[in-house]
């Protein structure tokens, strides 16, 4: 995806780092719930990890199925009833699952993006080796001319998404480095479960830039 093999190789860290982390504490989860969050968050860094290098290609719609189930389940947890205190609980939580939707239908989005687009090629000969006349040699151009602005608008829209959500992650990443600055340490915990540390939001920081560059690199 990138043509810079030191960045490539450092966002690799960083998503492994990260999917790491959320297989450890799938592991150490108590709560069904929270085993299935996080391995979902650890299958997601691996799926973008293998977009990163163009790795599975055989598998992309699988991956883009499995991505937007877990989109559909952080979904369902954000708008549960406040009865299922074992889902997101409190306006916090219902952001926290609401956003990590939003991270996982990102992740579906990129794939398909990285499925439709196909490099287009401008052709200048068709028209002369095929034009006999100068009528049909006039055609010819206006015709390539239609292609060109045909094939401009297309590209414009396909790069909408894109870069409508290199704008949301960078923003993302600006509010967790935000949130970092004024974190205050705490135990406090709602059903055993304790508030996003740190660690976590430095992560879903890194996250947020990880996902901020590759959007960014489907706009050029």
Known sequence: MFHIPALTWTLTAVLLIAGSYHLAQAVRARHLTDRVNNTLHALMNTLMTAMLWNLGPSTLLAQIAILTAA???????????PEFKLLCAGNQGRLKCAYHSLTMAAAATMITLMTTHTPTATTTGTGTGTATTAAGTHTAHHGSAYTTTDTTTTAALGNTPAIALTLVFAAAATTFLILILRHRTTTTTHHGRKHPTRTEHALEAL??????????????
């Open 71 to 81: 989109a559909l389940w952080f979904t369902l947890q954000a708008v549960a009833r």
């Open 207 to 220: 996250g947020a830039t990880t996902m901020a560059l590759m959007f960014a690199t489907m706009t050029t």
